[in-house]
C-alpha cells in the first residue's frame, strides 16, 4: 500500500517535542511507488550535478552560540542532562545516506533504522543513545517533499529519542522546475530547523516533532561532546563549504566565520569535552594511487573543503578530536596524524555513508585492471592532494567495510571518545560492533579496538 504525507496533525500538547510513537506500531511495509529511479533522473541532470551550487541559508542564532541538547527534549532536557551526568558519559549514533530511493532499497533501510531503534529502546537508561545525528542525504533523489514519510518518518517512527541532521547533497539539489519555496532545503528546514515544535505535513499521521535547529549548520553542545555541523552543499563532488577560492559566487563565507566563533569559543572557555566536526561529503574517500589498481569508489575526496577547515583550526589553535562524514556509502576509518600546535596528535577521519541507502565497493575495476583493495593500515597521504600540508606526518587507511551497512554508535566521557562502527544484519545486535577507535581527550592520542 502507497502511503502519502497529505494528513496534518494539529501541534502537540503543551508544546512538547515528540519523538517515537507512543503505541508499538508495526513495522512500515508500504512505499510510494511514484519515484522515479536514480538512473532516469541523473541523465536528465547529471551536468548540473557538477556544477550547481545552493546559497546557504543565515542562521537564526549569533555565530558562537550552541544548540543546547536539553532543548531538543523540552521540559525533560534536565532530567535527560542529569541521567546523562549520573551515567558519566554519554551515547549517540550517527550514520548518512540512509534514503531509500525505491522500493528494492526500502528493506536496507528499515534494517539500519530498525536496529538503531532496537539499540536505543533496549538499553539501560545510562546505556542508551540520547539522540541520533545524521549525516546527511536523509531523503533520496533530491529532498522532495512528498518523499519524507517513506524515507525518514515511516522507516524511524519508533525511534524515541531526537534526529539532527544537516544536509547532504540530495537534500539541498535543485532540480530545475522546482516552484519557488519547495526547494529541497525549504523542505528540509520545516522538517530540522523549524522556529516552533511542530508536526510537519511531511509526517503524515506520526506524532515527530520537527527538530529546531537554528540552521542548516550549527553546534549541538550536549554533556561531555560538542559537534560542529557544517553544510557541504549540493554537488555529487566535492563539499562546497564556502568562497574563498572564488570559485562559487553563489556561496558565501558565513561558514568560515561560524567555524572561527565556534573554535574560539572552545578556546576561550577552555573546553575540556570532545570536539567533532561533521560534514556531508569526506575529506577522504579512498582511491588507488595508479590506475593498475582500478578506479576509486562512487565519490572521491574533498581536498579543497578540508583546507579551509584546516586553515580555519590552525589559526584558532583548536583541532577537532574526530572528523564524521558521509556521501561514500561505504565505511572508512582513517588516522590522519599531524603536528599540532607543537605537538603530534592523532585524529580520526570516519566515513559512514552506508546508512540504507546503498553500499559501494571501495574499488572498482577499470580499463582492464581488476580492483585491488588496499591493505588495513595502509599509507595514503597521496589523498591529501598535490601539495599535502607540511604538517601532515601520516594518513593511514584503517579499516573499512564496503559490503554491510552500518551505522555508529558513539560514547564519550570526561576522559575519552569511543566510535564503533556497527554492521547490520549479519550479526546481532550485541555482537554487531566491526570497528572501535579509542582518542583520549587531554591529548589526541588513539588507540584502535
Not at 28 to 57: C, M, R, W
Not at 221 to 245: H, Q, Y
Request: net charge negative.
Amino acid at each position: 500500500m502507497a502511503r502519502t504525507a497529505q494528513s496534518h496533525l494539529p501541534d502537540p500538547v503543551f508544546h512538547e517535542p515528540v519523538f517515537g510513537e507512543a503505541d508499538n506500531l508495526p513495522d512500515p511495509n508500504g512505499f510510494s511507488t511514484a519515484h522515479p529511479s536514480d538512473a532516469e533522473l541523473y541523465k536528465q541532470i547529471g551536468d548540473l550535478l557538477k556544477k550547481d551550487v545552493v546559497a546557504i541559508p543565515q542562521s537564526r542564532i549569533a555565530a558562537d552560540a550552541v544548540v543546547p541538547l536539553a532543548d531538543a527534549y523540552g521540559s525533560h532536557g534536565p532530567q535527560v542532562n542529569k541521567v546523562i551526568e549520573d551515567a558519566g558519559k554519554i551515547i549517540f549514533h550517527a550514520l548518512g545516506d540512509s534514503g531509500a530511493s525505491n522500493i528494492r532499497k526500502y528493506a536496507d533501510e528499515l534494517h539500519v533504522s530498525d536496529q538503531v531503534t532496537l539499540d536505543a529502546a533496549s538499553s539501560s537508561d545510562g546505556n542508551r543513545p540520547a539522540f541520533l545525528f545524521h549525516l546527511g542525504d536523509v531523503v533520496y533523489n533530491f529532498g522532495e517533499a512528498q518523499y519524507y514519510y517513506d524515507q525518514f518518518y515511516d522507516p524511524f517512527r519508533n525511534y524515541p529519542a531526537p534526529i539532527f541532521a544537516i544536509p547532504g547533497n540530495h537534500d539541498s539539489f535543485v532540480v530545475p522546475g522546482t516552484p519557488e519555496g519547495q526547494t529541497p532545503l525549504d523542505t528540509f528546514q520545516r522538517n530540522f530547523c523549524a522556529t516552533e515544535r511542530t508536526i510537519t505535513r511531511e509526517a503524515g499521521s506520526l506524532h515527530r516533532t520537527a527538530m529546531i535547529q537554528p540552521s542548516v549548520y550549527f553546534t549541538l553542545d550536549a554533556p561531555f561532546v560538542r559537534i560542529i555541523g557544517l553544510f557541504s552543499n549540493a554537488l555529487e563532488d566535492p563539499g562546497v563549504i564556502s568562497n574563498l577560492d572564488h570559485g562559487w559566487p553563489t556561496v558565501s563565507n558565513v561558514q568560515i566565520d561560524f567555524l572561527h566563533a565556534q573554535l574560539k569559543k572552545i578556546k576561550d572557555e577552555n573546553y575540556q569535552g570532545a570536539v567533532l566536526l561533521a560534514t556531508h561529503h569526506p575529506p577522504f574517500s579512498y582511491s588507488p594511487p595508479n590506475a593498475s589498481g582500478g578506479a576509486g569508489g562512487n565519490h572521491g575526496c574533498s581536498t579543497v573543503m578540508l583546507k579551509q577547515i584546516d586553515k580555519v583550526c590552525h589559526d584558532e589553535g583548536v583541532y577537532p578530536h574526530a572528523f564524521l562524514s558521509a556521501h561514500a556509502h561505504n565505511y572508512q576509518r582513517y588516522s590522519r596524524i599531524i603536528d599540532f600546535g607543537g605537538k603530534e596528535i592523532d585524529v580520526p577521519f570516519i566515513v559512514c555513508g552506508d546508512g540504507g541507502h546503498n553500499v559501494n565497493p571501495l574499488v572498482r575495476a577499470a580499463r582492464g585492471h581488476p580492483a585491488q583493495e588496499p591493505n588495513a593500515g595502509s599509507d595514503v597521504r597521496y589523498l591529501e592532494g598535490k601539495h599535502p600540508p607540511a604538517w601532515v606526518k601520516q594518513l593511514l587507511l584503517e579499516k573499512y567495510d564496503d559490503h554491510n551497512y552500518g551505522y555508529l554508535r558513539i560514547h564519550v566521557d570526561k576522559e575519552e571518545l569511543k566510535i564503533g562502527f556497527h554492521q547490520v544484519g549479519v550479526r546481532t545486535l550485541a555482537q554487531s560492533r566491526f570497528d572501535m577507535v579509542t582518542v583520549n581527550l587531554a591529548d589526541h592520542t588513539m588507540v584502535a579496538n
